[in-house]
Structures are given as C-alpha cells and as structure tokens.
C-alpha cells in the first residue's frame, strides 16, 4: 500500500514537472494573454524570448514620429523579479528608463520605480502592472538592455542591533552556493501597444 | 485493491500522455524544415545564440503611417500568378513576406476582393514554407464573415501576420522571420515610393521613408545575425542597393521644439527631439530606383 502510495505521487510530480517544463519551453507565447487597452492596439514587433538566469539580453526598438508607444515588461515567476531594464534612446544616446524588476526591501512599489512589480494606482485604487509611455518628437530606435540577474535562493535572517541582539526584524538574504549560482530558463517580455500621438498633424 | 489499482492505471495513463504531449509540444505538424538556433549545453539546457532582438513592425504597421496620405491602387501589387514560379525555399520565403505585405496594403484601403485573393495565394505558398496550420477553418469563416468591415479587414490581416510570425518563433525559425520581413519591407517600401508623385520637402510620407531608415538597419543586422543560415547571405546582398542609397541620408538637427518639456501632459516620455534624418530630392529619387530594382529582382525570380 505505502509503495503504491510512493508510486503514485512519483507519478504526480514527474507528471506536473513535465508540465511546467512545457510551459517555460513556449516563450513565444508568453505574451498571449496581454490585452490592448483602448485606445491603444497591439504592435506586432512585441516579442518574449527565452533568457536565463545572469545574462544580458537586447531588444532593439524602432519608433515612428507620429505614434504613441506603451511598453510594458514581464518575466517569469522564476526570475523573482531579478532584473534591471536599461532603455537609450539611440538618436540622442540618452537614458530614458533605468529601473529594477522590484523594488528594494522596505520599500513600496509605484509608478516610475519598478519595471515590474504591480502596484497601487492611487488615482482608480486598483493594481497596476507598470507602463511607460514614449512620444517620439523625431523618429528613432530605442535600446532596451536587460539585465537578468544571478538566481539565489533567499533565506530570512534575523537583523542585530549594535548589540547582536535580535531587533525582531528579518532580512531577505542570498544563499549562495558553492559552485556559484544556479542558472535558471524563463520567459522574458517586451510587450508593445501603440496608438496616434495626439501631437502629430500633417 | 480493484480501487487502487484503477488509480495507478489511470495516474500512469495521464503522466505517460502528458510526457508525450511535452515532448511534442514544440514539433509543429505539416512539413517544416525547421533550422534551429539552439544548442544543448552541457548542462542539459537550451542556450539560444542571439542575444539582441530586433523588434520588426509588420507590414499593417507600415502602413498605417501612410494609408491616409495615399491612393489605393491595385497596379503596384506583386501579380498572384507569379506565386508558382517561386521554387526554392529563400524565393518562397521572401515573395510569402512580399504577399503578405500586398494582403496588408489591400486591408489598409478596404480592397476586400483583392485582400481575399492574396490571402489565398499566401495560404497556397504556406505549404511550401510549412506554415498551413495557420489557415484554419476559422479564420476562413472569420475573413467571410467581415467582408464589408474595412477595419476588421485590418485586424483580420494583422492577426493573421501575428500568428505566422509566433508560429515561426515557437518553433525558432529566425531564418524564416527574416527572409519573410526583408520581402515584406521591401515590398511596402515599393508600394509607398511608388505611391508619391512628387518630393516636397515637407511631406510626412517622404520623411516617413526617410525613418524607416531605422527599420531598414535593423532588418540588416537581424539578417547579418544568421549568414550561416541558406539564402540569408544572398539575401542581405540582394539589399546592398538599398543600404547604399540609405547610407547617403544623415542626420541633421530638427527644428527645435518649442516644447521643451520632457513629458507631457499625461506623463509620456518625450524623446528624439533635435535630430532627424534628412532626405532630399536627390536622396528620394536614388532610394525610389533601388527600392523597385531589388523589389524586381526578388519578385522576378531572376
């Protein structure tokens, strides 16, 4: 009985690891759930691509004068939001964006000091998955620099006052293992919707 | 017992059948030649080559700039007929992607009779390329059923674009993106240059053909990307012309803005404003003749 019981969570697991597997394996359909807010519509140069743990990763971007773009960036779950996304606009070599995926512990989420974490729109009162919205006043192509940093697992750690003595706060730290950290595979998106400036007129 | 054993039988069933839907998840059914750009590392995982993505718009998206600045005329299409004498696979490719940019132009005017037939003569060239699933019996019904709707003409013709282009993606065949974006670019780019009867310095269209300048070296590089791949060599060669032509248009300061802001009223980000590619009319009538000469080449079969 016990052995059947093995066998059949064995099976489970096997089974729901193989799904998962699938999953991440269809990055080109990462994206698909993502809707168009009116008024803008979807731009079909969005993309998600398959990226791992400790690289750095490219998208280059050309904008026409004449529309109005939104960007938007999503990442697996397995990238714990690790991330920092750098955009330059090629024509000037200026930094427009330069943002991590969360923000730092203690600190809260809001529009402009994430790339990635949702949070609280004090306007309509619900949550927000960050935007940017870009006018380009010339034509020009955008750099977005991804940066997907080292995966740790994280343990909490007791924070000590000058004392040693423990204050009752925790800390999210890095465990770092011996052979360095590990590489994981995930998705990684640069969703794209754009709509006519209203500044443009011919 | 009976009970227990029904349930392994089941458990077994379920994990074998998804293990086998894993592993043919990615395979895409109908004849591919699938050239991928992975490698298996050491470790077990699949390692992508390229890591710079150039972000392509589609053919709808070019045209969207221009299709209320221009006529609508059916003389500039690549003739459906040709469509058989496209033998090999970087021809097929290329003139697919010059189809499928014709189907776009067609949309953007509300030509649903000429739309039609494009999409019929991109759906007869996707066996070739291994692209048929995307012409389904759905989207069959969907293109009748909003046949009078200039806009859902549009949207059908986008979606269709979407779905060639995840397809292709799903299954890595960047070489196959490329070929199909160097024909549909060009094949656009024939169509808006033909479209204009005369340069004048301030018209959008002509500035329009100037900025996609940064959508031509783009589509350069994403081809210079994978000149390991067939065809991919002889194609950025074929495109050289137009590269020249373009290598003449510099960059000069904009008119400065009079807003000096760098967002807007509703917190956009405003950005390039003081530099912008100059064309003159010298620029324009040299990229006008390159554009038709490669666009004659690759349709020609030459």
């Given at each position: 009985?016990?052995?059947?019981?093995?066998?059949?969570?064995?099976?489970t697991i096997a089974s729901a690891l193989c799904s998962a597997s699938y999953a991440q394996s269809s990055c080109a359909t990462f994206l698909n759930m993502r809707?168009?807010?009116?008024?803008?519509?979807?731009?079909?140069?969005s993309k998600s691509a398959t990226c791992f743990s400790g690289k750095?990763y490219?998208f280059?971007?050309?904008?026409?004068?004449?529309?109005?773009?939104?960007?938007?960036f999503f990442a697996s779950p397995v990238f714990n939001n690790e991330v920092?996304?750098?955009?330059?606009?090629?024509?000037?070599?200026?930094?427009?964006?330069?943002?991590?995926g969360?923000?730092?512990?203690?600190?809260?989420?809001?529009?402009?000091?994430?790339?990635l974490?949702?949070?609280?729109?004090?306007?309509?009162?619900?949550?927000?998955?960050?935007?940017?919205?870009?006018?380009?006043?010339?034509?020009?192509?955008?750099?977005?620099?991804i940066?997907i940093k080292d995966h740790y697992d994280?343990?909490?750690?007791?924070?000590?006052?000058?004392?040693?003595?423990?204050?009752?706060?925790?800390?999210?730290?890095?465990?770092?293992?011996?052979?360095?950290p590990e590489v994981v595979k995930g998705c990684f998106g640069v969703y794209?919707?754009?709509?006519?400036?209203?500044?443009?007129?011919? | 017992?009976?009970?227990?054993?029904?349930?392994?039988?089941?458990?077994?069933?379920?994990t074998?059948l998804t293990i086998q839907a894993c592993n043919s998840g990615n395979q895409q059914?109908?004849?591919?030649?699938?050239?991928p750009t992975e490698e298996t590392t050491s470790d077990g995982f699949d390692e992508i080559e390229q890591t710079?993505f150039?972000?392509?718009?589609?053919?709808?998206?070019?045209?969207?700039?221009?299709?209320?600045?221009?006529?609508?005329?059916?003389?500039?299409?690549?003739?459906?007929?040709?469509?058989?004498?496209?033998?090999?696979?970087?021809?097929?490719?290329?003139?697919?992607?010059?189809?499928?940019?014709?189907?776009?132009?067609?949309?953007?005017?509300?030509?649903?009779?000429?739309?039609?037939?494009?999409?019929?003569?991109?759906?007869?060239?996707?066996?070739?390329?291994?692209?048929?699933?995307?012409?389904?019996?759905?989207?069959?019904?969907?293109?009748?059923?909003?046949?009078?709707?200039?806009?859902?003409?549009?949207?059908?013709?986008?979606?269709?674009?979407?779905?060639?282009?995840k397809s292709l993606e799903s299954n890595n065949r960047n070489?196959?993106?490329?070929?199909?974006?160097?024909?549909?670019?060009?094949?656009?780019?024939?169509?808006?240059?033909?479209?204009?009867?005369?340069?004048?310095?301030?018209?959008?269209?002509?500035?329009?053909?100037?900025?996609?300048?940064?959508?031509?070296?783009?589509?350069?590089?994403?081809?210079?990307?994978?000149?390991?791949?067939?065809?991919?060599?002889?194609?950025?060669?074929?495109?050289?012309?137009?590269?020249?032509?373009?290598?003449?248009?510099?960059?000069?300061?904009?008119?400065?803005?009079?807003?000096?802001?760098?967002?807007?009223?509703?917190?956009?980000?405003?950005?390039?404003?003081?530099?912008?590619?100059?064309?003159?009319?010298?620029?324009?009538?040299?990229?006008?003749?390159?554009?038709?000469?490669?666009?004659?080449?690759?349709?020609?079969?030459?």
């Open positions: 009985m016990k052995t059947l019981k093995k066998i059949l969570l064995g099976l809707k168009a807010a009116a008024p803008y519509r979807y731009n079909t140069a750095k490219e280059l971007l050309p904008l026409t004068k004449g529309n109005e773009y939104r960007l938007q920092q996304v750098k955009i330059v606009d090629m024509n000037t070599s200026e930094t427009i964006i330069d943002l991590p969360h923000v730092e512990n203690g600190m809260e989420p809001k529009k402009g000091n994430t790339i974490q949702d949070y609280m729109d004090s306007k309509t009162n619900k949550l927000v998955h960050p935007f940017f919205d870009i006018v380009p006043q010339q034509s020009t192509s955008l750099k977005i620099m940066e994280y343990t909490e750690e007791a924070v000590l006052n000058e004392w040693g003595e423990a204050t009752g706060e925790t800390v999210k730290k890095p465990i770092i293992p011996e052979g360095g794209i919707t754009d709509k006519p400036s209203d500044t443009s007129s011919f | 017992m009976k009970l227990i054993s029904k349930s392994l039988v089941v458990a077994s069933a379920a074998l059914t109908g004849q591919t030649t699938q050239t710079t150039y972000l392509l718009p589609s053919p709808e998206d070019i045209f969207a700039f221009s299709a209320d600045k221009m006529k609508y005329s059916s003389a500039l299409l690549n003739s459906f007929d040709k469509s058989e004498t496209y033998i090999n696979t970087k021809m097929q490719e290329i003139n697919f992607g010059v189809y499928v940019a014709d189907m776009a132009y067609a949309a953007a005017f509300g030509e649903y009779k000429d739309a039609a037939k494009y999409l019929q003569t991109i759906k007869g060239m996707s066996g070739k390329i291994g692209l048929e699933s995307i012409f389904t019996q759905a989207l069959a019904n969907r293109i009748d059923q909003f046949i009078e709707n200039k806009d859902s003409l549009k949207e059908i013709a986008n979606d269709t674009y979407f779905d060639i282009k070489s196959t993106i490329a070929q199909i974006s160097a024909g549909g670019w060009v094949e656009c780019m024939y169509i808006i240059t033909n479209s204009i009867e005369k340069y004048a310095e301030n018209d959008p269209n002509i500035q329009h053909i100037a900025d996609e300048k940064n959508v031509f070296t783009s589509l350069m590089q994403y081809l210079g990307q994978m000149t390991d791949k067939p065809g991919i060599s002889e194609t950025l060669n074929d495109l050289k012309p137009i590269a020249e032509a373009y290598s003449k248009l510099q960059m000069v300061d904009a008119e400065p803005s009079k807003n000096t802001k760098t967002t807007n009223t509703e917190g956009a980000i405003l950005i390039g404003g003081n530099k912008k590619i100059e064309i003159t009319e010298d620029n324009f009538n040299l990229l006008k003749a390159r554009i038709a000469q490669v666009r004659q080449q690759l349709t020609d079969n030459k």
